[in-house]
């Protein structure tokens, strides 16, 4: 990347023990998924642990990650399921991976 491109931030999602889906952005999509493991970052896993990073999706722009971030909040669960089963699975991390 060179030095006048902005950097990509990430909307993503994580799937809670509970089987709920968490959706946040960050311009380092793994490293927030280690601080929502390790119990960091995020009230809504107090009640049940991170156990998945199941979806990420670049954006050119954080102000572009926030609006997708709005959007995809917006979505039914049904909908948000789709994103994840849609979505390319290499590009994601799991328990033991």
């Known amino acids: 990347m060179n030095a ?21 952005i960050s311009d380092d999509a ?8 390790s119990g960091r970052g995020a009230r809504f896993f107090h009640s049940s642990p991170a156990v998945a ?9 954080k102000g572009d990650a926030l609006r997708r971030e709005r959007a995809i909040k917006q979505l039914k669960k049904p909908a948000k399921e789709r994103l994840v089963s849609d979505h390319d699975p290499l590009n994601v991390s799991t328990i033991g991976a």
């Open 4 to 24: 006048d491109s902005p950097k990509p931030w990430f909307v993503y999602l994580v799937r809670a023990a509970n089987g709920a889906l968490y959706c946040g």
């Open 30 to 37: 793994q490293r927030r998924f280690v601080a929502h493991r």
């Open 53 to 61: 990073l199941v979806y990420v999706e670049s954006c050119p722009s």
